[in-house]
C-alpha cells in the first residue's frame, strides 16, 4: 500500500532548464512533505518540506508546491545545473511517521 | 564525523545465518529508524524507536529484531536470512519539536547480500 507516489521513474532536462518533479498521495493525515536527494552509494539527505498548512515553500533554487485538494506535491529546481543529477524522495510524514515515494532520477545534461 | 553511521557497509552471506547491522548517531536525536530499500528502489519503514521505546513496528517477519541499547544506537538484527532479504537497508534519526519538520538524517546505507 504506496502511500506516497512518484510516477515517474526519470527525468533529463537540459542544464539551466526547469526540471519539475511530482509527488501524489493518499493519506490526508500527513502534515509535513519533503524532498530528499539521494547520491549513489549515499544515504538520502533532506533538501527542502513544506508544511501542510502551506502552499509553497522556497529555498535558492528549489520550490516545493503542494496542493492539498488534489493530494499532489512537485519540486521545481531552476536554473537545474549538473550537480543537481541524483535520485530524489518525495516523503510524507505524519506522527514520526515518514513514508517515501520510489524516487525519481533527475539527469540535467550540461 | 560521521552525523549518523550504519556498520557494516556491504555484508554478503548465506542463507539461513544470522547477521546484525549496528547504527549509530552523534546529533543528539530522540528518534530512530530502519528503513529498508528493496529492488524496485522503494524506502519502506521497518521500525522506529523514540528514547529507546519501540513506537512504529511495520509488517515485517520476526526473524528481524530492532535493539535500542540507548538513544544514539538502534541495532539491527536478522536471523535466518532468506533470499528476499537482499536490500540496503538505511538507518536514520530525527528530532521531532515544534520548529522542525522532524526530518530524518540518513546513514550510507548497508547492502545486504543474501545468497
Known amino acids: 500500500d504506496q502511500q506516497v507516489k512518484q510516477n515517474s521513474p526519470s527525468l533529463s532536462v537540459q542544464e539551466g532548464r526547469i526540471s519539475i518533479l511530482n509527488c501524489d498521495y493518499t493519506?490526508?493525515?500527513?502534515?509535513?512533505f519533503l524532498w530528499y536527494k539521494k547520491y549513489p552509494a549515499e544515504g538520502p539527505t533532506f533538501l527542502i518540506s513544506?508544511?501542510?498548512?502551506?502552499d509553497k515553500n522556497e529555498d535558492g533554487r528549489f520550490t516545493v508546491f503542494l496542493n492539498k485538494s488534489a493530494k499532489h506535491l512537485s519540486l521545481h529546481i531552476v536554473p537545474s545545473q549538473p550537480g543537481d543529477s541524483a535520485v530524489y524522495f518525495c516523503?510524507?510524514?505524519?506522527?514520526?511517521?515518514?513514508?517515501f515515494g520510489a524516487g525519481t532520477r533527475l539527469t540535467v545534461k550540461p | 564525523d560521521t552525523a549518523v553511521s550504519q556498520t557494516p557497509k556491504y555484508l554478503v552471506t548465506q542463507m539461513g545465518n544470522d547477521k546484525s547491522i549496528k547504527c549509530e548517531q552523534n546529533?543528539?536525536?530522540?528518534?530512530m529508524y530502519w528503513y529498508k530499500q528493496d529492488s524496485k528502489k522503494f524506502l519502506k519503514i521497518m521500525f522506529s524507536?523514540?528514547?529507546?521505546?519501540?513506537?512504529i513496528n511495520e509488517t515485517v517477519p520476526n526473524r528481524f529484531s530492532p535493539k535500542s541499547p540507548d538513544k544514539a544506537h538502534l541495532n539491527l538484527h536478522i536471523n535466518s536470512l532468506e533470499l528476499g532479504d537482499s536490500a540496503v537497508y538505511f538507518c536514520?534519526?530525527?528530532?521531532?519539536?515544534?520548529?522542525?519538520?522532524?526530518?530524518?538524517?540518513f546513514g550510507e546505507g548497508s547492502r545486504l547480500t543474501v545468497l
Open positions: 536514520a534519526s530525527s528530532h521531532v519539536g515544534q520548529e522542525n519538520t522532524g526530518e530524518l538524517f
Open positions: 493519506n490526508s493525515m500527513f502534515d509535513y
Open positions: 513544506i508544511s501542510s498548512i502551506k
Open positions: 516523503a510524507a510524514s505524519v506522527h514520526n511517521d515518514m513514508r
Open positions: 546529533l543528539g536525536h530522540d528518534t
Open positions: 524507536y523514540n528514547n529507546k521505546e519501540l513506537i
